[in-house]
Structures are given as structure tokens and as C-alpha cells.
């Protein structure tokens, strides 16, 4: 029997980390063309570029790179986090990587946050 | 056939002795994982790099002067966002592929020609914005 939906299963750290990864990571890969789409626009020159640039440049656009960002930040550290239990020669309870994991992708949306008013 | 009777066909015991099916789509898999893994080293080097690029990049606002400034005839960001391009074309469809396969019953064919498209199109999208980056 496949068992599609357990709760007590899901209400893990793992579990939560393995979510975190899976949804960064879909969402990265529906932006990943749009942004290679908007770069592709330094083709046709600057004027091209910079009018895309002007039409982003406000709140709801500036929350949304903050988001993708912390997106990008969150699905590298649990990819890390996921390396380190397949290669790394380490045996144990893991449940500390997860908290690296999320520390380091909040500490990389704070820094970006600072850069992005500053 | 119904989806519950491809999926008994497809891990009975006696599948798993022949040559194609199964045998060869466990072998495709770990192909697959193989190269997400192989992927992902790579992509975890360039994305460091890349947040610490925009970072330190965001501030004070971009212009498309500013951003064709540091990119323009600069062939090390090109050799350095190129690898990063080809590996995210690796990276990001096999991911999807998986997903697509975990999610729904039908693993296989239609979600390796999904994931092919959206390679192919991240290949061609990516590279040619960075060539339109540093050749423009």
C-alpha cells in the first residue's frame, strides 16, 4: 500500500527541511528562465536592460528578489545539508544540520535585506 | 491498464530479471542522482559566489550601465557564469523530473521529456544571456 499522506510522519524537522528544499527549489526553477529571459536583454543593449530595471524597481519587485533570494539561500544550505549526510563520514542524529541550514539561508535574507535598503 | 496495475507490473519480482524496464530505469536513476550530486557540488560553489555577487551588487540600486560595466569584456565572469548555467541545466530538470515522478504515478518517459525541454531552453536561455552580458 502507498501511504500518501501520513501527519504524525510529517511533523519532523526532516521532514520540514526536505519541504524547505523541495519548494525552494521548484520555485528556483520556474525564475531561473525568466531571469536568464531578462538578462538576455543586455543582447539588444542597455536601453533594453534598463528599461526592464525601471519596471522592477519597486516594493512589491524588491520583495519579491528578497524572497528569491532567501529561496536561493535556503535551497543551497539544505542541498549542502543533504551532500553532508550522503559523503560527509559523519554518523549521528543530523536534526543540528537543519538548524545550520535555516540559520544560514535567514542570515543570507538579512544581509540581502540590508543591502537592498541600504 | 489502470495506474495501480502499471505499478504492480513495474516492481514484481520477475520484472526486475530482464534487461530493459526496470533494470534499466533503476540504472537511469542512478544516473541521475549521480549527476544531480555531481551538479550540485559544482552549483554550491557558483551560488555562493552568485549571493555574494548580488549582494554586494544590489546596493545603492542597479542600472544596466552599471551591471554591462563589470560584465562587458570581463571573459572570467563569462567562464565562471557559463559553468554555472551548464550546471544549473543539469541540476534543475533532474529535480524536476524527480519531483514530477515522486508526485504522480506515471514515473518515466513524460517526465524525462519535461525535464529535457526545460534543460535544453535553461541551456539556451543562460548561455546566451551571458554572452549578451560580456560580448554586448
Known amino acids: 500500500m502507498i501511504r500518501t499522506s501520513d501527519y504524525r510522519a510529517r511533523m519532523h524537522p526532516g521532514y520540514w527541511a526536505f519541504a524547505v528544499h523541495r519548494v525552494s527549489g521548484l520555485a528556483l526553477a520556474v525564475f531561473l528562465p525568466v531571469h536568464f529571459w531578462a538578462l538576455g536583454l543586455g543582447l539588444q543593449g542597455e536601453a533594453a536592460l534598463d528599461g526592464f530595471l525601471r519596471v522592477t524597481d519597486n516594493a512589491m519587485f524588491r520583495l519579491g528578489e528578497w524572497g528569491l533570494v532567501v529561496l536561493l539561500a535556503a535551497h543551497l544550505t539544505c542541498g549542502v545539508r543533504l551532500l553532508l549526510i550522503e559523503f560527509a563520514p559523519w554518523s549521528g542524529p543530523r536534526k543540528n544540520l537543519i538548524a545550520w541550514a535555516m540559520g544560514g539561508a535567514i542570515a543570507v535574507g538579512l544581509a540581502f535585506a540590508l543591502a537592498l535598503i541600504g | ?136
Open chain 2, 1 to 136: 491498464m489502470s495506474a495501480k496495475e502499471r505499478f504492480q507490473a513495474r516492481t514484481a519480482p520477475e520484472a526486475w530479471s530482464a534487461e530493459s524496464g526496470p533494470v534499466s530505469d533503476v540504472r537511469r536513476q542512478a544516473l541521475l542522482w549521480y549527476w544531480q550530486r555531481v551538479s550540485a557540488m559544482v552549483l554550491a560553489l557558483c551560488v555562493v559566489v552568485h549571493l555574494a555577487g548580488i549582494i554586494y551588487a544590489v546596493r545603492g540600486g542597479l542600472t544596466a550601465a552599471e551591471i554591462l560595466g563589470r560584465t562587458r569584456g570581463n571573459w572570467a565572469f563569462g567562464a565562471f557564469y557559463a559553468v554555472f548555467v551548464v550546471a544549473c541545466a543539469i541540476h534543475a530538470p533532474i529535480g524536476v523530473a524527480n519531483v514530477i515522478g515522486e508526485t504522480t504515478v506515471g514515473r518515466g518517459s513524460s517526465a524525462l521529456v519535461i525535464a529535457s525541454v526545460l534543460g535544453v531552453a535553461m541551456l539556451l536561455m543562460g548561455l546566451s544571456a551571458v554572452y549578451g552580458l560580456v560580448a554586448s
